[in-house]
C-alpha cells in the first residue's frame, strides 16, 4: 500500500497534491487536483489555456445549420419512452469534462476541482463559484447531489445497475461527496465526474422519466430558441455562458445558433443539402458519395467536398442477432449465417472497393485480436475454457471471404454443415427443422433506405438456400421502441467505437444489463461477465488490460452475434465554404464543434 500511495504522489505531484485527513486516525491519504487521468497524467497540464485542436480567437456569430432524418416528440433524452430531438447534448454541462484529443482525462467544467481517497473510496468535487444554469441562477452542490439522485431513482436501469451502491451527500452550497460501497475502483470513481448536472428548481417539478414537450431549463452552451415539434428546432447559444472561455471550452461553442431541420428520408435530405438547405454533411454512403455529390454547386465552388484520413477507433457495425429468439440461440446456426453476408461482392458492387470488412470490437486499435492468443491472453482465458468456443484458442478470427463474383456455393456447403450439426436440413428446396418441420424464418428491422440497399443481396442469398428473411421498414420512432422492447430478431444497429476496454462493455455484455438497449444481443453468458469484470478490474494495468481486451474480443467475435460489416477510415464531407474550421483536428473527432461562420 505504501508503494501505491508513492505512485499516485508522483503520478500527479505536477497536477495535485496530496494530503491526509484527520491525522493520526485511519481515513486514507486524499489528494486534491485540478484534473486527473485514468492511466497516467492528463494531457494538458495547470494553466494550459486551451486544447490544442481549437483557434482560440475563433469569432462568434452566425448559423449552422444541420439536418435530421425521422423526427422527435421530446425534449428529455433521458425519458423512457420518446424519440428526443437533436443537440440535446447542448443543453446540459457535467461536473468535468473530455478532450477530444486524449482518453480517460477529466478537465474542470461544473466542478472546478476534486479531492478523492487515494483507496478510490470516496470523491469530492467542488462546484465553481461562477457555474450558473441558464437563467442565470448558482449551480450547487444540491443541484449535483439531485442530478445523481434522479437518474439513480427514475433514470434508465443500466444506470441503477453500475452505481449501485454509491451514496451522495452535500457538505456544503458548493461541495459535493461520492462514496462508493467499496474501495478500489477508480474508473467507476472517474465516471462520477461524467454525470449530467440538470437543475434542481426545474426537475423537482417535472416527471424524470416522462418525455419532455416544452424546452428545458440546462445548465449548457445551448437553449431551445424555437421549434416546431417534429419538424425543426433551433438553438441559440447562452449569450452569458459563464463558461465560455474555460480553458476546456476556449474555441469551441462559436455559431450562435444551431438548426436541425428535419426530413422524411435521406434521399431528400441529399437533395435539400446540394440546394443549400443546410450547411454540412458527413457522408457514410459511399455509392452517394462517388454518384452523387457532383453539379453546379461543387464545381461554382458553393459546396466544399472533403476527404480526410483519420485513425478513430471504428465501431462494430452489423447485422445484429438476438440470441434471445430460438431461431438464433445455436451458434452455429449464426457462424452459419455469416457465410450469406457476401461482403467482397458487395464492396464491389456497391462501395466502389472504398470500405474494409470489420473483424473486431476494437477496430483500429491495438486491443484487436489478431493470430493466436499470446501467453497473457492463454491466462486469462484458461479458467473459461469449457465455457467458450474452442476456437478461440486455435484459429485467428476472420469473417468468410468470397471472390466477390456473387457465387458463394463453396460457402454455402460450409454453412450447411453447420445447420445440419444444430437440427436443420434442405426439404424441397427450403432449410427446415429436423424435428418440427418448419422452415428457417426470421425479420430483419431497419429503418434507412441505406441499410434497405445492403440487406437485400443478403435476403437474395439467403432465400437461394430456403431461408425467409423479411426485411421490415420502419420509421425512427418505431425503431426505437422496437429497440426498448427487444421485439425484434436481427436488426441493422452495431455497437459504438471502443477506445480501450472500459466499464462501458458491461452494459453490452454483462448479465446485470441485460434490460440495456445496449445488450442488443440479450446475452446472459458467464464467460463474459468473466471477462468484463476482470477489464474493470484491471484499468490501471496497461499491460493486463491489453489482454483482457485481446480475451475479450477473441470471445466475442467466435460466438458471433452479429453478422460484421465494414468500415472505412475516413471522413467523407461536404460543407459550405462559409464555414471554417482550426488547422488541427482533434484525434478522435471531425471536431464541428470547433468550427465556426467566415
Not at 384 to 408: A, H, L
Request: hydrophobic fraction near 35%; charged fraction near 20%.
Amino acid at each position: 500500500m505504501k508503494t501505491r500511495c508513492l505512485v499516485f504522489f508522483c503520478m500527479f505531484s505536477a497536477f495535485g497534491s496530496l494530503y491526509t485527513q484527520n491525522a493520526g486516525t485511519e481515513a486514507p491519504q486524499t489528494i486534491r487536483t485540478t484534473g486527473i487521468s485514468l492511466r497516467g497524467t492528463p494531457k494538458y497540464q495547470p494553466g494550459f489555456t486551451h486544447v490544442d485542436y481549437v483557434n482560440p480567437d475563433a469569432p462568434k456569430g452566425g448559423t449552422l445549420t444541420l439536418h435530421a432524418i425521422g423526427t422527435y416528440d421530446n425534449f428529455h433524452r433521458y425519458a423512457l419512452r420518446g424519440s428526443c430531438t437533436e443537440g440535446w447534448e447542448y443543453f446540459y454541462d457535467s461536473l468535468m469534462t473530455g478532450s477530444y484529443d486524449e482518453h480517460d482525462s477529466l478537465y474542470p467544467l461544473i466542478a472546478e476541482s476534486l479531492e478523492y481517497a487515494v483507496d478510490y473510496s470516496f470523491i469530492i468535487f467542488s462546484i465553481h463559484p461562477q457555474a450558473k444554469d441558464q437563467e442565470g441562477q448558482p449551480i450547487t452542490a444540491e443541484d449535483a447531489a439531485f442530478s445523481f439522485n434522479t437518474f439513480y431513482e427514475k433514470g434508465v436501469p443500466q444506470f441503477r445497475t453500475f452505481y449501485n451502491g454509491i451514496t451522495v451527500q452535500v457538505l456544503s452550497g458548493n461541495r459535493v461527496r461520492f462514496d462508493l460501497p467499496e474501495p478500489g475502483d477508480k474508473e467507476k470513481m472517474l465516471a462520477l465526474g461524467g454525470i449530467t448536472i440538470f437543475p434542481k428548481r426545474f426537475w423537482e417539478q417535472h416527471n424524470f422519466s416522462e418525455p419532455l414537450v416544452t424546452p428545458p431549463l440546462g445548465t449548457g452552451a445551448y437553449r431551445v430558441k424555437d421549434y416546431k415539434m417534429g419538424q425543426y428546432v433551433i438553438l441559440e447559444r447562452v449569450k452569458d455562458y459563464w463558461a465560455a472561455d474555460l480553458p476546456i471550452n476556449k474555441g469551441q461553442y462559436n455559431f450562435d445558433t444551431i438548426r436541425y431541420d428535419y426530413y422524411r428520408d435521406d434521399t431528400i435530405a441529399l437533395e435539400a443539402f446540394k440546394s443549400g438547405e443546410y450547411d454540412i454533411r458527413s457522408e457514410l454512403d459511399i455509392e452517394k458519395w462517388i454518384t452523387q455529390y457532383s453539379g453546379t454547386a461543387f464545381t461554382s465552388g458553393l459546396i466544399i467536398k472533403e476527404e480526410i484520413p483519420h485513425e478513430i477507433p471504428r465501431p462494430m457495425n452489423a447485422f445484429n442477432f438476438n440470441v434471445e429468439r430460438p431461431v438464433f440461440q445455436d451458434r452455429r446456426v449464426r457462424m452459419a449465417l455469416n457465410y450469406f453476408l457476401d461482403f467482397e461482392w458487395i464492396n464491389k458492387n456497391l462501395f466502389y472497393n472504398q470500405y474494409t470488412r470489420t473483424r473486431s470490437y476494437f477496430q483500429n486499435t491495438e486491443y484487436a485480436a489478431s493470430g493466436l492468443p499470446s501467453a497473457e491472453e492463454r491466462a486469462v482465458l484458461e479458467p473459461i475454457r469449457g465455457q467458450i468456443p474452442p476456437e478461440v484458442f486455435t484459429k485467428e478470427y476472420n469473417p468468410p471471404i468470397t471472390d466477390g463474383s456473387g457465387f458463394i456455393r463453396p460457402q454455402m456447403r460450409e454453412a450447411m454443415t453447420l445447420f445440419n450439426e444444430a437440427g436443420w436440413e434442405l426439404r424441397q428446396g427450403k432449410l427446415v427443422h429436423k424435428t418440427s418441420g418448419e422452415q428457417m424464418r426470421f425479420e430483419l428491422l431497419i429503418y434507412s433506405p441505406s441499410s434497405e440497399k445492403i440487406a437485400i443481396p443478403l435476403q437474395r442469398n439467403l432465400a437461394r438456400f430456403g431461408i425467409a428473411m423479411h426485411i421490415r421498414m420502419v420509421d425512427v420512432s418505431q425503431f426505437v421502441n422496437r429497440l426498448r422492447s427487444r421485439d425484434y430478431d436481427m436488426l441493422d444497429r452495431g455497437f459504438s467505437a471502443n477506445s480501450y476496454p472500459s466499464s462501458d462493455l458491461a452494459v453490452s455484455w454483462h448479465s446485470d444489463y441485460i434490460d440495456s438497449t445496449y445488450n442488443l444481443a440479450g446475452v446472459r453468458d458467464p464467460a463474459l461477465n468473466y471477462l468484463v469484470e476482470g477489464i474493470i478490474a484491471h484499468q490501471e494495468d496497461a499491460d493486463a488490460l491489453l489482454a483482457w481486451g485481446r480475451a475479450l474480443d477473441r470471445v466475442l467475435t467466435w460466438n458471433h452475434y452479429v453478422l460484421p460489416q465494414w468500415h472505412t477510415s475516413t471522413f467523407r464531407v461536404a460543407y459550405n465554404p462559409k464555414l471554417l474550421k482550426p488547422h488541427v483536428r482533434p484525434r478522435y473527432s471531425l471536431g464541428l464543434h470547433t468550427w465556426w461562420v467566415r
